[in-house]
């Protein structure tokens, strides 16, 4: 029945260590989106995919990377993680670009020791 | 910039209270406007959403929103909330002129006593 799929629920990771964060969908949507979600903040986006378009946002730190090798997956790379990473990572995906309804993840919460 | 703010981050009420939260965005033209909801452990789940129309609009589990265009509003109500609706509870804007991306507001956390 899950429809957005994230793994891991809990990541720990170390300081300057790379780390992936996956998300899967069975829905079959065309775009796909990660966002970021600080403690007691709105959640952010990050970027998103339209297809195989990647889309950046503006303020989006180059040490966050994406990966879409299907319709069904989507991937979060953190290339050096610092302490100001932690956070809860969510993943959504809409069935197309012009204000669909967005379904989400239960999120990957990631901590930076 | 886009903004949206939410009023209150943190609502405490007791069961059978009347319940609303307060959403509004800055001036950006045509809006689509969106109520999430997260229960403790669960992922965000629509509530409800605005794209055009009656301005009130219902929801799920008895929420509605009224979309006040004057105002720049899109308050969440419940007549009569239960326990069960202890959550967070977001508003997100879609503005006009861009793709599918959502602003959403800080959140506001509701607790509901018996």
């Known amino acids: 029945d899950a429809m957005v799929i994230q793994n891991p629920r809990y990541q720990v990771t170390q300081f300057g260590k790379p780390v992936t964060l996956s998300c899967s969908q069975t829905?079959?949507?065309?775009?796909m989106y990660w966002y970021q979600q600080k403690s007691s903040q709105a959640p952010k986006l990050l970027f998103h995919?339209?297809?195989?378009?990647?889309?950046n946002e503006a303020d989006t730190p180059d040490n966050f990377q994406s990966r879409r090798p299907n319709t069904s997956f989507c991937f979060l790379d953190i290339r050096s993680p610092g302490l100001g990473d932690a956070a809860m990572y969510l993943c959504?995906?809409?069935?197309?670009?012009?204000?669909?309804?967005?379904?989400f993840g239960p999120g990957t919460r990631l901590l930076v020791l | 910039a886009q903004s949206v703010s939410q009023h209150n981050h943190h609502v405490i009420l007791s069961e059978a209270a009347s319940l609303e939260l307060g959403c509004n965005y800055s001036?950006?033209?045509?809006?689509?406007l969106f109520w999430y909801v997260q229960y403790p452990g669960q992922h965000l789940q629509l509530l409800l959403k605005y794209f055009s129309g009656d301005p009130l609009v219902k929801g799920i589990k008895g929420f509605e929103a009224e979309f006040i265009k004057s105002k720049f509003s899109f308050n969440l109500r419940k007549p009569s909330v239960q326990w069960s609706d202890t959550a967070e509870y977001f508003c997100?804007?879609?503005?006009?002129?861009?793709?599918?991306?959502?602003?959403f507001g800080a959140g506001t956390r509701l607790a509901v006593h018996p």
């Open positions: 829905l079959n949507h065309n775009v």
């Open positions: 997100a804007v879609r503005f006009s002129g861009g793709y599918n991306k959502l602003i």
């Open positions: 995919y339209y297809d195989k378009d990647f889309n």
């Open positions: 001036y950006g033209g045509t809006v689509n």
């Open positions: 959504a995906t809409s069935r197309g670009a012009s204000g669909e309804t967005q379904y």
